[in-house]
């Protein structure tokens, strides 16, 4: 069994899914629940496939790098997860993903820190260009982190999606990897 991967942070810690989140995402697999209402809530998805993708995670040989970690708050709670999407076919660029269910946790600054370590990482891991990710403009609170983050906002696709019964506008922010080396330069 491999070892346990983590990156802690001040605020939160980013690990590798043990057996025992498979509950949480059961839990949050849950359409009431405020998180649904602004992760791409036009698709309707549930967690089942990140379920059986978790699942199927557990039996592999886990090897780096890491498509996605869990977030847990520092006090070791499981709020969440974070995920990169990366393309064999397009390596340069890659999009993230990150979904906080534990809505306690949120407006804390757990969510900025877990994407910068995320970033960081997958700057460090893969041979990128750019990393960014995908929102609407209904879900304010990913737009200011990518805000704070340094990520611009590079595509605006006008009434790209419908949320209930109203148009609103899909987003797309980046960052470069030199800009977020000048960032975060005093980090390393």
């Given at each position: 069994?491999a070892?346990?991967?983590?990156i802690?942070?001040?605020?939160?810690?980013?690990?590798?899914?043990?057996?025992?989140?498979?509950?949480?995402?059961?839990?949050w697999?849950?359409p009431?629940?405020?998180?649904?209402?602004?992760?791409?809530p036009?698709?309707?998805?549930?967690?089942?496939?990140?379920?059986?993708?978790?699942?199927?995670?557990?039996?592999?040989?886990k090897?780096?790098p890491?498509?996605?970690?869990?977030?847990?708050?520092?006090?070791?709670?499981?709020?969440?997860?974070?995920?990169?999407?990366?393309?064999?076919?397009?390596p340069?660029m890659?999009?993230i993903?990150?979904?906080?269910?534990?809505?306690?946790?949120?407006?804390?600054?757990?969510?900025?820190?877990a994407?910068?370590?995320w970033i960081?990482?997958?700057?460090?891991?893969?041979?990128?260009?750019?990393?960014g990710?995908s929102?609407?403009?209904?879900?304010e609170?990913?737009?200011?982190?990518?805000?704070?983050?340094?990520?611009?906002?590079?595509?605006?696709?006008?009434?790209?999606?419908?949320?209930?019964?109203e148009?609103?506008?899909?987003?797309?922010?980046?960052?470069?990897?030199?800009?977020?080396?000048?960032?975060?330069?005093?980090?390393?």
């Amino acid at each position: 069994m491999a070892q346990s991967f983590r990156i802690t942070g001040q605020k939160v810690i980013l690990r590798t899914t043990n057996s025992s989140d498979i509950e949480d995402y059961k839990k949050w697999n849950n359409p009431d629940l405020k998180y649904t209402k602004f992760d791409a809530p036009w698709f309707g998805d549930d967690l089942t496939n990140v379920i059986n993708q978790r699942l199927k995670w557990l039996e592999s040989e886990k090897a780096m790098p890491y498509r996605h970690l869990e977030v847990d708050s520092i006090s070791g709670d499981h709020i969440g997860w974070v995920a990169v999407y990366y393309k064999n076919n397009d390596p340069h660029m890659t999009e993230i993903g990150i979904d906080l269910p534990e809505d306690s946790y949120w407006g804390k600054g757990l969510g900025t820190e877990a994407l910068r370590l995320w970033i960081d990482y997958l700057f460090n891991e893969y041979k990128l260009t750019r990393i960014g990710f995908s929102t609407w403009d209904g879900n304010e609170a990913v737009k200011v982190i990518g805000k704070k983050l340094g990520l611009v906002e590079e595509c605006r696709i006008r009434k790209g999606c419908v949320v209930n019964s109203e148009f609103y506008d899909r987003i797309k922010m980046g960052i470069l990897k030199e800009e977020w080396q000048n960032k975060y330069r005093s980090t390393k």
